[in-house]
């Protein structure tokens, strides 16, 4: 089993920064694909960005150029930095993982196995 514990959320204005932080444990050796998913009321979820085991990574075009995935190994912890946030940022975002991936832009489009239980950002103007 995989557990995933998402922090670093909170409230800030808009332009402003916050790096979130997912904490992996259990059975991360079966992992290939870790990312971010954020949903906000009445919208669907989306995928935000993903990191494949091999380095590739994908952002989603609403966030590219502002936010990043990295992931760091031997903590066993995956990072978003989000920079330039604007208000329709504001969302639970969610960290999710998955055993078989084939793309880090699959991994976004599709339901991964594994989920925390999310942490909220509010982007105020």
């Known amino acids: 089993q995989v557990q995933l514990v998402e922090s670093g959320g909170g409230s800030v204005q808009a332009g402003g920064s916050l790096r979130l932080s997912c904490a992996v444990s259990g059975d991360t050796s079966i992992l290939n694909c870790m990312g971010w998913f954020r949903q906000s009321p009445g919208k669907e979820r989306e995928g935000i960005a993903a990191v494949h085991s091999d380095g590739r990574t994908s952002h989603a075009d609403s966030v590219r150029g502002r936010f990043t995935v990295s992931q760091d190994i031997a903590k066993n912890t995956l990072y978003l930095q989000m920079n330039s946030l604007k208000p329709e940022d504001t969302a639970m975002y969610y960290c999710?993982?998955?055993?078989?991936?084939?793309?880090?832009?699959?991994?976004?489009?599709?339901?991964?196995?594994?989920w925390g239980q999310g942490t909220q950002v509010t982007v105020s103007s």
């Open positions: 999710a993982a998955a055993d078989s991936c084939a793309s880090p832009l699959l991994f976004r489009q599709l339901v991964p196995k594994y």
